[in-house]
């Protein structure tokens, strides 16, 4: 068996294997560490000019504040635009803080217009103002569009480069217009063919650019059987899109389903990894939480958690109370207890998981959510008579009570069956309401299954034992 301590050394072996197939070694990491202690600012700079923008954003958060605040200093306008848009929320929001909105606003016409405003929208609504007010027309005007699209939507996520042809355009005259030095369009993988009016009409992948003759004109290769995606999608279902089809890049259009620009993969991965740490998050009751987080503000994501389990653990106790006189004859009954709701707890849990998963890749449709709960009934049936026989066993072995034994079961396979039930049925139920799955359903699970477990292991132990 691997123990947490050999688990955690392999993972460190891991990491330390990746990293030292990239720049940030753990050596170089120390020496600008030091270099930064030393006020040593050509060295600073030095170290890390090699270095990609993700692992400048990886040093900076893992440096202390202080650390990292005189490091961005040292940097100033050298510090890679690109590194802000690696770094987590909250990271940036401190960064930004020791930059100063002047020198934010220098940065952002360099990154494309999706890093530009997902930082731009994470300020306040001062600072903000600031640094728009600092920005260029060009820039300024695409921002505050972008920020007039609903939040977590296809508008906020996309960004504006996109290349255009029209469909009488030659390959040849693609490339070379492709090739002008004054056209900067940044990373793409697809060519979009429209109209005069930016309607869509076919779309070009680069690779089919490349190994097409000169002379044939884009109409002719251009692939007519594309998706678009309109400007005010949630950004879950994005991802979801791309999840499904496979898909690297693809345009996105205003409600006159006219090209205003395009998402692609990697800003899809950034949603993906958000909306599961959400999940995750949310299922263990810690809100928005990372190393960084002051003291206040973790106890303000957990105490509101613990507190409504305070609550739900308080229910199940008054039930128990209900059988305190028959607690008091049987000693055993006090020590199989915990057996019978950590088990139902357990199964509850799997079961929900499961179902926040299918939830949130929208696989559950009405079809998908009744065979989902009726293979998790039979799975909990199943479950129910391995753990129903395991337990009364050991309470025999235990006690030498057969009846003991019986009511234990009995207790065991009610508690499974009804773990799998609600598993299923609460999240469905949450979802159908309009409540976060995520959020809400463990809470319900642990109360229905401790309450349940308790209620029927003791009621059958007062009926049949006492």
Same mark, same amino acid.
């Given at each position: 068996m691997v123990n947490n301590q050999d688990m955690s050394e392999r993972k460190d072996d891991a990491v330390?294997?990746?990293? !030292?197939?990239?720049?940030?070694?753990?050596?170089?990491?120390?020496?600008?560490?030091? /270099?930064?202690? =030393?006020?040593?600012?050509?060295?600073?700079?030095?170290? *890390? #000019?090699?270095?990609?923008?993700?692992?400048?954003?990886?040093?900076?958060e893992r440096l202390p504040l202080e650390?990292?605040?005189?490091?961005?200093?040292?940097?100033?306008?050298?510090?890679? /635009?690109?590194?802000?848009?690696?770094?987590?929320e909250q990271t940036r929001d401190e960064i930004v803080d020791v930059m100063g909105m002047a020198a934010l606003a220098r940065q952002l016409? +360099?990154?494309?217009?999706?890093?530009?405003?997902?930082?731009?929208?994470?300020?306040?609504q001062d600072e903000r103002d600031d640094v728009l007010a600092a920005l260029p027309a060009e820039d300024r005007i695409l921002v505050e569009e972008g920020l007039s699209f609903p939040e977590d939507s296809a508008g906020r996520l996309m960004q504006r480069e996109v290349v255009t042809v029209p469909s009488f355009w030659t390959v040849g005259q693609t490339i070379d217009f492709l090739r002008n030095?004054?056209? +900067?369009?940044? +990373?793409?993988?697809?060519?979009?063919?429209?109209?005069?009016? &930016?309607?869509?009409?076919?779309?070009?992948?680069?690779?089919?650019?490349?190994?097409?003759?000169?002379?044939?004109?884009? !109409?002719?290769?251009? $692939?007519? $059987?594309?998706?678009?995606?309109?400007?005010?999608?949630? @950004?879950?279902?994005? #991802?979801?899109?791309?999840r499904h089809y496979g898909m690297v890049s693809a345009g996105v259009v205003d409600e006159d389903n006219r090209l205003v620009g395009m998402v692609t993969i990697d800003d899809v991965i950034d949603v993906i990894d958000e909306e599961a740490e959400e999940d995750l998050m949310a299922l263990a009751g810690v809100g928005e939480a990372s190393l960084r987080s002051s003291? &206040?503000?973790? *106890? @303000?994501?957990?105490?509101?958690?613990? /507190?409504?389990?305070?609550?739900?653990?308080?229910?199940?106790?008054?039930?128990?109370?209900?059988? $305190?006189?028959t607690i008091e004859q049987l000693v055993a009954l006090a020590v199989l207890m915990p057996?019978? /709701?950590?088990?139902?707890?357990? #199964?509850?849990? @799997?079961?929900?998981?499961?179902?926040? &998963?299918?939830?949130?890749?929208?696989?559950?449709?009405?079809?998908?959510?009744?065979?989902?709960? &009726?293979?998790?009934?039979?799975?909990?049936?199943?479950?129910?008579?391995?753990?129903?026989?395991?337990?009364?066993?050991?309470?025999y072995v235990w006690f030498g009570n057969v009846d003991?034994?019986?009511?234990?079961?009995?207790? *065991?396979?009610?508690?499974?069956?009804?773990?799998?039930?609600?598993?299923?049925?609460?999240?469905?139920?949450?979802?159908?309401?309009?409540? =976060?799955?995520?959020?809400?359903?463990?809470v319900f699970i642990t109360t229905i299954t401790d309450v349940v477990g308790f209620f029927v292991f003791l009621g059958l132990a007062a009926l049949y034992l006492i």
């Open positions: 330390g294997r990746i990293a !030292s197939l990239y720049g940030l070694t753990p050596k170089v990491e120390t020496a600008i560490n030091q /270099a930064v202690m =030393d006020d040593e600012k050509r060295r600073a700079r030095t170290l *890390m #000019a090699p270095l990609h923008p993700a692992d400048q954003a990886d040093l900076i650390v990292a605040g005189k490091l961005v200093r040292m940097l100033g306008d050298d510090l890679d /635009a690109e590194t802000l848009a690696h770094l987590d016409p +360099d990154l494309p217009t999706d890093d530009a405003l997902n930082i731009v929208e994470e300020l306040e030095e004054e056209h +900067d369009v940044g +990373d793409f993988y697809l060519i979009f063919v429209i109209d005069p009016t &930016r309607h869509v009409l076919g779309e070009v992948r680069l690779s089919t650019l490349l190994c097409t003759q000169r002379p044939r004109r884009m !109409s002719e290769i251009m $692939d007519a $059987d594309f998706r678009l995606i309109p400007v005010t999608m949630d @950004q879950e279902e994005v #991802a979801s899109l791309f003291l &206040r503000e973790t *106890m @303000q994501g957990r105490t509101g958690w613990l /507190a409504i389990n305070l609550i739900t653990a308080v229910i199940a106790s008054m039930v128990i109370g209900l059988f $305190d006189a057996i019978v /709701a950590s088990m139902g707890g357990n #199964a509850g849990t @799997q079961t929900v998981t499961v179902a926040v &998963r299918a939830i949130a890749l929208r696989q559950l449709d009405n079809l998908a959510a009744w065979s989902f709960v &009726r293979r998790e009934l039979l799975v909990s049936f199943l479950n129910g008579i391995i753990f129903a026989s395991l337990a009364s066993g050991l309470s003991i034994a019986m009511v234990m079961a009995v207790a *065991m396979f009610a508690n499974l069956i009804v773990a799998g039930l609600s598993g299923t049925i609460v999240p469905l139920g949450l979802l159908r309401l309009g409540v =976060d799955p995520a959020v809400a359903s463990s």
